[in-house]
Structure formats: structure tokens, C-alpha cells
């Protein structure tokens, strides 16, 4: 860690003393801290296994059309259930058991917050951990799919179980959406974590933040640096923990 980094931190836990409404919105980034890969990035064995693109199966009409090889790249990609929250979890919980965080808005949809003990979290892309029979709206745990005896999960009831992930072509929770945006928009310092910033919703969700702390944090530069009070280049796993001590 450079020492420009070490006064970027310093920076960042005395914005943190000062600040009361906090709100942090995270991307892929700070689950791949916990060994979760970001499912869009594709790599050699993922192009010898699958015929199509990732966008491509986890999307609403592949799923109607072909469930079984959707829950084949589903079940390989998007569910890891070893994965443990990280140190960035850890202090998103710390800070909003301190009450100043006041929600955790996440791309995610591992549950690994709630698993740090993170209360207050919405999961603008829904969550693996709920899952809903298509026919008689019966809730499933992640068991439901993981343990299913057969590729495709089915209900007591017959129908197919569908996990409450945002799929591509579908829309995002209006209530969750303006929940967040709430949020954003009352907050006195927004952390933004392992994300560009320019796919959406983020890049939209920014412009309701209305402070003057806006903090991005990522692995590397992004186009938005620049609209940032503060732009951190670390692990946000180190950021986040060396920010808020234990
Ligand atoms: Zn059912």
C-alpha cells in the first residue's frame, strides 16, 4: 500500500467520525474478496463449458426456455456456498452497529452481508438465498436448489422453483429501487465499493446523492474518478478495515 493511499484512508476514517448518515453501495468487487468471481468476467473454462454467454443464460427467456442448463451455469457460477464475508462485510457491519452506516445497497446477491450481521441491506439484484415455486409461490432456502434431486429444483406441488435473482430482461424491484434511492439521496457521505460506476443502476444511482463525501473505492482507476470527493485504488477488504478498526 502506497503512503498517497495511507493518507486517502486517513481521510476517509475521519470523514467517517464526522459523518452520521452513511450509506454504502457495493458491486461485484467486494464479493470477489470472498472468492466469489464476477460471473460476467469469462475466462478459458468457462467458454469450453458453456455454448452461450453469461448474459445470455441468465436471462428470463433462456430460463423459460431452457431451465436445466440454466441451473447448470447457475449452480457452477452464481452459487458459492463455501464463501465467508470478508473484511469488507465486517466493517460495513461494524459501522452500521455504531449507527452511522444506515444501509448497505448492493449489487450482490450472495448474502454475505447478512451473514457478516449486516441489517439494513438491499439487494437491488435479489439474493440466491430466497427462491419462490413459480406455481404456488411457496419459499425456498438455497438448499432447495443446491440439493435438488433432479437439474431442475421443483416444488411439493410440482412446479419449477426460480430464485428470486434479478434476471436480464427482467426489472428491478420498484420498492427496493426507491427504498435505495431514499437512502442515497439523504445521506451525508456515500462509499461506493468495487464497482466502475458505469454500468447501471449505479451510474444513475450516484446522481441522487446530494454531499459532498462521496467516496469511491476499487481495485482500479474508473471514468469516474474524477466525480469523486476521495478515490481510493486498494482492496476494499484493507480499506474498509483499516477505516473502521475493530
Ligand atoms: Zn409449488
Redesign the pocket.
Known amino acids: 500500500m502506497e503512503s498517497s493511499d495511507r493518507e486517502k484512508i486517513a481521510k476517509l476514517a475521519e470523514w467517517l467520525k464526522e459523518s452520521s448518515n452513511i450509506v454504502f453501495f457495493g458491486g461485484a468487487g467486494v464479493s470477489t474478496e470472498s472468492g466469489i468471481p464476477d460471473f460476467r468476467s469469462q475466462d478459458g473454462i468457462y467458454n469450453q463449458k458453456y455454448e452461450y454467454p453469461p448474459e445470455t443464460i441468465i436471462s428470463h427467456s433462456f430460463f423459460v426456455r431452457n431451465t436445466e442448463e440454466f441451473y447448470r451455469f447457475y449452480r457452477d457460477r452464481m452459487v458459492y456456498q463455501n464463501a465467508k464475508p470478508n473484511a469488507a462485510h465486517m466493517a460495513l457491519m461494524r459501522l452500521e452497529k455504531q449507527g452511522k452506516l444506515k444501509a448497505v445497497i448492493t449489487q450482490n446477491i450472495d448474502g454475505l452481508h447478512q451473514e457478516a450481521g449486516s441489517r439494513e441491506v438491499l439487494e437491488l439484484h435479489g439474493s440466491i438465498m430466497r427462491n419462490t ?6 419459499k425456498y432456502g438455497l438448499d432447495a436448489i443446491v440439493n435438488a434431486p433432479d437439474p431442475v429444483p ?6 419449477i ?1 426460480k430464485p428470486d435473482v434479478v434476471l436480464y430482461e427482467e426489472s428491478l424491484d420498484d420498492a427496493v429501487m426507491d427504498k435505495a434511492l431514499r437512502y442515497i439521496e439523504n445521506a451525508d457521505m456515500l462509499i461506493i465499493g468495487g464497482t466502475s460506476l458505469v454500468v447501471y443502476p449505479a451510474a444513475g444511482l450516484v446522481r441522487y446523492y446530494n454531499g459532498r463525501k462521496l467516496v469511491l473505492i476499487n481495485k482500479s482507476a474508473t471514468s469516474q474518478d474524477g466525480n469523486a470527493d476521495l478515490a481510493i485504488h486498494a482492496k476494499i477488504g484493507e480499506v474498509l478495515s483499516q477505516a473502521v478498526p475493530e
Not at 133 to 138: L, S, W
Not at 154 to 159: D, V
Request: glycine residues 24%; positive net charge.
Open positions: 415455486c413459480m406455481k404456488c409461490g411457496k421443483r416444488c411439493s406441488c410440482g412446479g422453483i
